[in-house]
């Protein structure tokens, strides 16, 4: 579902100097796996989901998907456009009744439905921000701390999500500090260091 061959990705910070942020990266993603990926901040893991994507191109290397793709990106509040929480869902669905009340119960959001996404807390905007995403039922999910801002309870309840879309052959890549999280849920994990993976395993 995902290929990545031999990705470099560099940065102009001057005049004739780049920045190297991913060095020779190559990684490869079949159907119904989820792949997470860790490692320090600034390690390049957040420019590896960009790329993916295709919001960045590479300086070198080929990149290949093979489904439609959607990007979680870590701060819910840049995929907001609407009034309200509810609205913000009936955008992502044809505006199903249906759709839009099951994802509200899935969220836990049901109570909120009226409230401005605005005015929701941390973790409630995060769980509308994938509430959106789910909703356009992604070949290839790529989430970005998804974890920040979730209880407990609800990250175990997230977990069990991300089981059923993979059962369902939806292909997951997963950048995340939460390793607890990781090492229940991901096929594999890969560790980002100094621009490389520089650890990949189930």
Not at 29 to 38: C, D, N, R, Y
Not at 41 to 60: D, H, Q, V, Y
Not at 100 to 121: A, C, G, I, Y
Not at 180 to 194: I, K, N, S, V, W
């Amino acid at each position: 579902m995902i290929e990545l061959k031999n990705i470099t990705k560099s940065y102009n910070v001057e005049k004739n100097k780049k920045n190297t942020v991913l060095n020779d990266i190559s990684l490869s993603i079949e159907a119904g796996q989820m792949l997470a990926v860790t490692g320090r901040s600034g390690a390049g893991k957040t420019t590896l989901m960009k790329l993916i994507c295709g919001i960045l191109k590479p300086r070198r290397g080929k990149i290949k998907t093979n489904g439609t793709v959607r990007y979680l990106v870590q701060n819910p509040l840049s995929i907001f456009t609407e009034i309200t929480a509810e609205d913000e869902l009936a955008v992502c669905c044809g505006r199903d009744p249906k759709a839009v009340e099951e994802m509200l119960e899935k969220m836990e959001l049901t109570e909120f439905r009226e409230q401005n996404p605005l005015d929701l807390s941390g973790g409630q905007q995060q769980r509308l921000a994938l509430g959106k995403v789910l909703l356009t039922k992604p070949e290839i999910l790529l989430l970005d701390e998804p974890t920040k801002g979730m209880d407990g309870g609800f990250k175990v309840k997230f977990g069990a999500m991300l089981r059923e879309l993979k059962k369902q052959g939806t292909t997951t890549v997963l950048v995340s500090h939460d390793m607890e999280f990781c090492a229940e849920y991901a096929t594999y994990c890969g560790l980002m260091f100094d621009r490389e993976i520089i650890s990949f395993g189930p």
